[in-house]
């Protein structure tokens, strides 16, 4: 397959599933509508990947993918960190200060699946959004382009308009922001999976902590 198709079926990809998920079930979207979508989430990852490595034109250590060592680590706390504490409360406000919608609608449908889905759904689409945008496209595009910057500047594009299907244009706005954020720390280290577990880590804390509370609660 051709790289600039590679990189289109990464870029399109996720954006694609959500608008299936949000426009083939009520709001909030069935179990099972979810899961589907998870499953094809997975399913364009790996195609992603085989079509990537296929005949030995890239390895996979071009797009970050390294054993896992204490850097990795500190890389991923340190990120997880930053994202958590300083820059999340920030960009959870931005939208409302610039009159757009947030997040809660969204948030509220989720708070109505399952936990044990939620758990699924963040670590699914953690890994998989940070193999096809920091890893895959920006590899292919940074040898297109011939410039990593520029290369960066329409992963981060592509991966705010990604968003808008399932959260809207506030919250698409916001992840430009950390999207640019996470991109720029990649470019800084190059680990992929301490970018996947930052990204996992704090999607966690802003979709799946508040439901957990909420469950165990109840349960008390």
Request: hydrophobic fraction near 60%.
């Amino acid at each position: 397959m051709p790289d600039i198709l590679i990189v289109a079926l990464a870029l399109a990809g996720p954006p694609l599933i959500a608008v299936y998920g949000t426009r083939t079930s009520a709001r909030p979207a069935a179990l099972s509508t979810n899961l589907l979508c998870q499953a094809m989430l997975l399913g364009l990852v790996a195609l992603v990947l085989v079509f990537f490595s296929f005949g030995g034109r890239y390895s996979l250590s071009l797009i970050g993918f390294q054993t896992p060592d204490l850097g990795t680590l500190l890389w991923a706390a340190g990120m997880a960190a930053f994202f958590i504490l300083a820059l999340g409360p920030f960009l959870m406000r931005l939208p409302h200060w610039l009159g757009l919608s947030g997040f809660e609608a969204t948030l509220s449908d989720l708070s109505r699946l399952p936990v044990w889905y939620l758990f699924i759904a963040v670590l699914i689409g953690g890994a998989a959004e940070e193999i096809l945008y920091r890893g895959v496209a920006l590899a292919i595009l940074t040898s297109l382009l011939g410039d990593a910057y520029v290369a960066a500047a329409v992963i981060v594009l592509a991966f705010g308009l990604a968003h808008l299907p399932l959260w809207g244009p506030g919250p698409a706005l916001t992840t430009v922001i950390s999207g640019a954020a996470l991109t720029v720390f990649f470019l800084w280290h190059g680990d992929l999976f301490a970018n996947i577990i930052a990204h996992v880590a704090t999607d966690f804390v802003g979709i799946v902590l508040g439901p957990l509370r909420e469950a165990l609660r109840r349960r008390e």
